[in-house]
């Protein structure tokens, strides 16, 4: 990323961005919280991806440099956590889950968040209590280094229903089906299969953000069908495709 923007305080506030919206890289020097209640957004750095629905949200550490576009009609919320307050101990931005009480209190945090106050402190108090609870999520869209990868990496962002075996997507790269295994296992720490799903889940999300029928979506991402999709999305995000707040 390049003309990074340098803000030094990350801002707590709740704000409005319509689909396909963007907020160019910068960096903060404090830590933030960021969940959309409503649309989908996604940030990225130079290390990959990471997608937020609206059962998760993303922690971003202090200095990291990062961008935002928003898929849907965005409602976001934003929290902003001095460096010296670090309740996750997180080095790079993180996606984690969110039950309905730190829903509600990220909501309430934002929505006052001019003034402060015994009360204040004590909402902020209880946010970090959830926000320690919180388990973290495989949401991450790492970006691939090695050329052979990225090579990969295009194809199957072009199509994600692209259902070729790593061997065919080898042949067509110039790498072995043994070669590119590695690869995902040595720079993503993932299987072919693992990387594919996370692709494919991501692209859902900004599908679904766009209200396309959950029937299409399974399609466009590679999916035999509905159900099988319905399936592997209920397991990752813990509700059916049909239940996902959009814009």
Request: with cysteine.
């Amino acid at each position: 990323m390049t003309e990074v923007r340098h803000e030094p305080v990350a801002p707590t506030r709740r704000q409005w961005l319509a689909s396909g919206a963007e907020i160019d890289a910068h960096r903060h020097d404090e830590h933030q919280i960021i969940y959309a209640a409503r649309g989908v957004l996604t940030v990225t750095t130079d290390a990959g991806s990471w997608v937020t629905p609206g059962t998760r949200a993303i922690w971003v550490p202090a200095g990291t440099v990062h961008a935002h576009r928003a898929y849907g009609e965005l409602e976001l919320h934003l929290v902003g956590l001095p460096a010296s307050s670090d309740p996750l101990d997180l080095g790079t931005p993180t996606v984690l889950s969110v039950v309905p009480l730190l829903r509600e209190l990220i909501i309430e945090y934002t929505r006052g968040f001019a003034g402060s106050g015994p009360e204040r402190d004590r909402l902020r108090a209880v946010l970090l209590d959830q926000l320690r609870a919180s388990p973290q999520q495989p949401l991450h869209v790492p970006a691939p280094s090695d050329p052979l990868l990225r090579a990969v990496h295009a194809l199957l962002k072009l199509n994600p229903a692209d259902n070729r075996t790593l061997a065919e997507l080898g042949r067509e790269v110039g790498a072995s089906d043994r070669t590119l295994s590695r690869l995902l296992r040595r720079d993503l720490g993932m299987s072919f299969p693992q990387w594919r799903t996370q692709l494919r889940l991501h692209q859902a999300l900004i599908l679904l953000a766009d209200k396309t029928p959950v029937t299409v979506v399974a399609h466009q991402c590679g999916w035999s069908s509905a159900s099988a999709f319905i399936d592997v999305f209920r397991r990752t995000f813990g509700h059916t495709p049909g239940a996902h707040p959009t814009g």
